[in-house]
């Protein structure tokens, strides 16, 4: 029998005969004593796969010696030194480890494993001790089994200084490039592209002969977005993905500086603690040099003072606080309990509040041409659906494990802010960990600071280190779910819950409902037979149609 990890490892151009020397084929089982994870990354995409495919032989001749065998190769290509960054392929393998399937978890190398400092790799090898587990660093010999945590800790430590660095110096590099009116890197606005080696932006011939004329020129006369998408749409005009436009494509590419030739100042977006993230927001204002006026990077669709003048024409159809450039909007607070579950029965695509009725978005946003649509009043919806819950709620007996599956997923959707508090805690633990090491490292490696400051400091930072964990272990408890393993709990709960409780509950059984065109005008079939509910436990995904027996083709 194959190893599901197979796939991956013949991508990276192993041979299966290789793989079956390296004790990759077959599925591992036996003692976690003698098992063992096996996790590799790569930053990017044009990382040498000859370098990689080395590191997973050196990490199974590693195994080999020690009498291991490789339960599974896990490996993801992602970043490992920013705190939003979600590695599913690492929490999968420190999974298997922290539940007992393994016993030792192999990296090529501490910065393979994380650049995000002490605060990671010191709390995960915490977790490893505390369960008679390791982790082993192949090139750098470490086991943390056998003396070598403070190792692995000044290695993770001296891996985030390096992140810096290379942050440093490519931003004072991005930074002289843009001032000398060099095309900073990322996507090029439809319509333009630059060079590989040139910097500047010139027209591209197969899209600008569109973006002209179909796009710039109608937006100059007043046509709103949403007609020039549905426009191009009618015409067969792809985007440059060979997607579809919508009318929010239009005015993002309206929006950018560089639609008009000039180089962006975009605003990094940061997290709750200041850091930065690997999102920008959108829009922005052009990029100034020291004579006071844009920085130019070559050629545009559309002139400066055209582009000045499309932004005022999109301005002036936007309600106050929703334009792209206000960076203070809220959040809207949610008014219907189907959004994002209700589903079209043409297009397959989701339907979206339009007031009094739920529409199809792909039809309000793209045209006619891309979906002819269907649009139902919301409040019979809504009043149907809770009908077709509570049934299929009150149907499932108490403590089933469907049921039990509808209340762990309730428990996850119905509390937000707590999934981001607990982020929030995680990153303070983190950065206050490195703090703390920081500071024992300073103090015993140079002379400038006295002891009783030294531990003035420690004293605050161990403080502030053991209520963050005490914090993130409250957070991280998961509320009983015995009180709601009854379908009579869950449906207080319904009464007792506002529109994003009733849309959590809802979800927690739901994959979608798609809603069955009407047979023609003024058709009198009940909405409830027209709803096509997917359960999450229906073993084909759902399509059974509450009350009527039908179930919607493919």
């Known amino acids: 029998m194959e190893q599901d990890h197979l796939s991956t490892l013949r991508a990276l ?30 930053s990017k995409k044009g ?8 590191q997973v032989r050196d990490v199974c001749r590693m195994a080999a010696r020690e009498g291991n065998t490789i339960r599974r190769v896990w ?27 393994s016993r030792t978890l192999y990296v090529w190398k ?38 070598g945590r403070m190792t692995f800790i000044f290695l993770s430590e001296r891996a985030r200084e390096e992140v810096r660095d290379i942050s440093l110096r490519t931003k004072a590099g991005g930074d002289a490039h843009k001032a000398e009116g060099r095309w900073p890197g990322g996507v090029v606005p439809y319509g333009l592209e630059c060079p590989k080696g040139s910097g500047k932006l010139r027209h591209n011939p197969d899209e600008y002969k569109y973006a002209r004329p179909l796009i710039a020129e109608r937006l100059l006369e007043g046509v709103t977005p949403a007609n020039i998408a549905n426009d191009l749409n009618d015409r067969k005009i792809p985007t440059r993905k060979g997607k579809r436009w919508r009318a929010q494509t239009i005015i993002h590419l309206a929006q950018s500086p560089s639609w008009a030739g000039l180089i962006p100042s975009r605003e990094r977006k940061t997290d709750e603690l200041g850091n930065p993230m690997d999102k ?10 020291e004579n006071g006026l844009p920085i130019r990077a070559g050629q545009g669709v559309v002139t400066v003072a055209e582009w000045e003048n499309i932004r005022v024409i999109i301005s002036s159809r936007s309600r106050p606080g929703t334009t792209i450039g206000d960076r203070t909007r809220g959040v809207r607070k949610a008014v219907t309990i189907m959004t994002g579950i209700l589903r079209c029965p043409h297009c397959k695509g989701p339907m979206g509040n339009g007031g009094r009725n739920y529409r199809c978005l792909a039809r309000i946003n793209q045209g006619k041409s891309v979906c002819r649509g269907v ?16 049934t299929r709620i009150m149907d499932l007996p108490p403590g089933s494990p469907a049921l039990r599956s509808i209340v762990r997923r309730w428990i996850s959707y119905r509390d937000p802010v707590k999934e981001m508090r607990k982020c929030t805690v995680g990153a303070a633990l983190e950065d206050a960990v490195s703090r703390e090491f920081n500071l024992s490292r300073e103090f015993f490696m140079s002379d400038r600071m006295d002891e009783v400051s030294y531990e003035t400091l420690r004293g605050e930072l ?9 914090e993130l272990a409250d957070l991280s408890k998961e509320p009983d779910p015995s009180h709601f393993m009854d379908g009579k709990a869950l449906m207080d709960e319904w009464k007792r819950a506002g529109v994003e409780g009733r849309r959590a509950l809802l979800r927690a059984a739901l994959n979608s409902v798609i809603v069955e065109p009407p047979k023609g005008r003024g058709d009198k079939t009940p ?25 919607l083709e493919p």
Not at 529 to 542: F, I
């Open 13 to 42: 151009g192993f041979e299966d005969e290789e793989l079956r020397v390296l004790g990759l084929w077959g599925i591992a089982t036996g003692d976690p004593d003698q098992l063992a994870e096996a996790y590799f990354r790569r």
């Open 47 to 54: 990382d040498d796969l000859v370098n990689l495919r080395q």
């Open 75 to 101: 490996f993801e290509q992602l970043s490992a030194s920013k705190a939003h960054v979600r590695r599913g392929e690492f929490e999968r393998a420190t999974t298997a480890i922290l539940d007992g399937t």
């Open 110 to 147: 501490t910065d393979r494993l994380s650049r995000r400092g002490m605060g990671q790799v010191g709390l995960l090898l915490d977790e490893l001790d505390a369960r008679r587990a390791r982790l082993v660093s192949v090139t750098e010999g470490l086991d943390s089994s056998r003396g």
């Open 280 to 289: 920008w927001h959108r829009g922005g204002e052009p990029l100034m040099g």
């Open 375 to 390: 649009a139902t009043t919301r409040g019979r919806v809504d009043d149907a659906m809770e009908e077709i819950w509570a």
């Open 462 to 470: 161990t403080t502030l280190i053991a209520n963050l964990k005490a």
């Open 527 to 551: 909405i409830s037979q027209r709803l096509v509910p997917c359960w999450w436990d229906e073993p084909d995904g759902g399509g059974v149609v509450h009350g009527a027996g039908r179930t």
